[in-house]
C-alpha cells in the first residue's frame, strides 16, 4: 500500500500550490480512505491522476493563496483546524482530504 508520505511527495512534487501543512492536516483521513475507497461523489468517478492534481491546484489556488500566489496564513491556520475537526467528529474531511485520500487511492493502484 502507498504510505502517506509518498502520497504527499507526489502531491508537493507536481502541484504548484499545494501547502505542507494542510496536506499533513490530512493524513488520517486519506489513510483510512485508502482502506474503504468510496462515498465521496465529488472524487468518486475521478480516474486520472493529473486531472486530480489540477484539480488539487485550484483548490488551494483559490482558497489559500493571493492572486499573486502569496499564502494566507490565517486561512491555512483555519483550514488545518477545520480538517482535523471533521476528522475527530466524524471520520470525514474537507475538500482537501477528500482529493488528496483520491490520489492515494489512484496512487495506489
Not at 491556520?77 to 482535523?84: Q, V
Not at 471533521?86 to 488528496?100: D, F, S
Amino acid at each position: 500500500m502507498t504510505t502517506f508520505k509518498e502520497i504527499k511527495k507526489y502531491l508537493l512534487d507536481n502541484s504548484k500550490y499545494a501547502v505542507e501543512s494542510i496536506v499533513d492536516s490530512t493524513e488520517p483521513f486519506v489513510m483510512d480512505y485508502l482502506k474503504h475507497p468510496f462515498g465521496f461523489a465529488e472524487t468518486d468517478n475521478v480516474n486520472d491522476i493529473d486531472e486530480l492534481v489540477k484539480d488539487i491546484d485550484a483548490i488551494f489556488y483559490y482558497l489559500v493563496c493571493e492572486p499573486d500566489g502569496r499564502i494566507r496564513r490565517g486561512l491555512v491556520n483555519h483550514t488545518i483546524k477545520r480538517e482535523k475537526l471533521r476528522w475527530q467528529e466524524g471520520k470525514n474531511a474537507t475538500a482537501y482530504g477528500r482529493h488528496i485520500a483520491r490520489l492515494g487511492h489512484l496512487l495506489n493502484k
